[in-house]
């Protein structure tokens, strides 16, 4: 656990970091390059509408920034990866859209992305499954209720 802690969490949350602030920065080429998800999200999803797509792409830096922190850092780092991994889902599907290239070389470069992409949320649910040796919310819930004794009630003649 120790190499994962000091070396694999960070390394998986760089990325993140790196891009939190550059579109935290400049957010304008994702406002461009995610407009037509952006605008899909804001009619799917109530109270979207209420933020503008800057606004929108600003959120999703914030939280690729503060996820990528939080897991280098450790702190609440299955929580953190968890959130990084939502986030990336659209993101991945509307930036690199392979299907949707007829060119065979851009095709070929967007599946690339594509698959890097699906590859790191795949590392990030691994990310936050990892308990880091301590038993897991469920068994501890499932265990505790084993140890739990309820006295059996004592049975009645002629039952």
Same mark, same amino acid.
């Given at each position: 656990?120790?190499?994962?802690?000091?070396?694999?969490?960070?390394?998986?949350?760089?990325?993140?970091?790196?891009?939190?602030?550059?579109?935290?920065?400049?957010?304008?080429?994702? +406002?461009?390059?995610?407009?037509?998800?952006?605008?899909?999200?804001?009619?799917?999803?109530?109270?979207?509408?209420?933020?503008? !797509?800057?606004?929108? +792409?600003?959120?999703?830096?914030?939280?690729?920034? +503060?996820?990528?922190?939080?897991?280098?850092?450790? !702190?609440?780092?299955?929580?953190?990866?968890?959130?990084?991994?939502?986030?990336?889902?659209?993101?991945? +599907?509307?930036?690199?859209?392979?299907?949707?290239?007829?060119?065979?070389?851009?095709?070929?470069?967007?599946?690339?992305?594509?698959? !890097?992409?699906?590859?790191?949320?795949?590392?990030?649910?691994?990310?936050?499954?990892?308990?880091?040796?301590?038993?897991?919310?469920?068994?501890?819930?499932?265990?505790?209720?084993?140890?739990?004794?309820?006295?059996?009630?004592?049975?009645?003649?002629?039952?």
């Amino acid at each position: 656990m120790l190499l994962v802690n000091l070396v694999a969490r960070p390394a998986l949350a760089w990325i993140f970091v790196r891009s939190g602030a550059e579109g935290l920065r400049d957010p304008q080429g994702r +406002v461009q390059a995610g407009s037509e998800l952006l605008e899909r999200a804001q009619d799917a999803v109530p109270g979207l509408a209420r933020w503008d !797509k800057r606004t929108l +792409v600003r959120m999703h830096a914030g939280v690729e920034l +503060v996820g990528g922190t939080m897991l280098a850092l450790g !702190k609440v780092p299955r929580l953190a990866a968890l959130a990084l991994a939502a986030a990336m889902v659209p993101s991945t +599907v509307v930036a690199h859209a392979y299907w949707t290239y007829d060119d065979p070389e851009q095709r070929a470069m967007q599946l690339i992305q594509f698959r !890097k992409n699906v590859a790191i949320i795949g590392g990030l649910l691994v990310a936050a499954a990892d308990t880091g040796g301590r038993p897991s919310l469920c068994w501890r819930a499932r265990h505790a209720v084993d140890r739990l004794s309820v006295p059996s009630l004592p049975s009645l003649p002629g039952h």
